[in-house]
């Protein structure tokens, strides 16, 4: 997935999906996911906040 994310919050965002990564999160559909990995790059000026994770059944 990837979401585009305010510079200014990159550095705090890219050490929470490191904290969370490996982690079991509800998103708001109700539906259960494992973070497997993310972190914060910049592409073309902007930062993206690129992330993976597993539904878990």
């Known amino acids: 997935m990837k979401e585009e994310v305010k ?3 990159a ?3 890219n050490n929470y999906i ?3 990564s490996g982690s ?3 998103l708001s559909d109700g539906q259960q996911v494992t973070i497997l990995k ?3 790059r910049e ?6 906040l690129i992330y993976r ?3 878990n059944m």
Do not use: A, C, F
């Open 38 to 40: 993310g972190g914060v």
């Open 11 to 13: 550095e705090e965002i």
């Open 53 to 55: 994770y597993q539904l």
């Open 18 to 20: 490191n904290k969370v």
């Open 43 to 48: 592409q073309r000026g902007k930062s993206i």
């Open 7 to 9: 510079p200014d919050m």
């Open 24 to 26: 079991n999160v509800t």
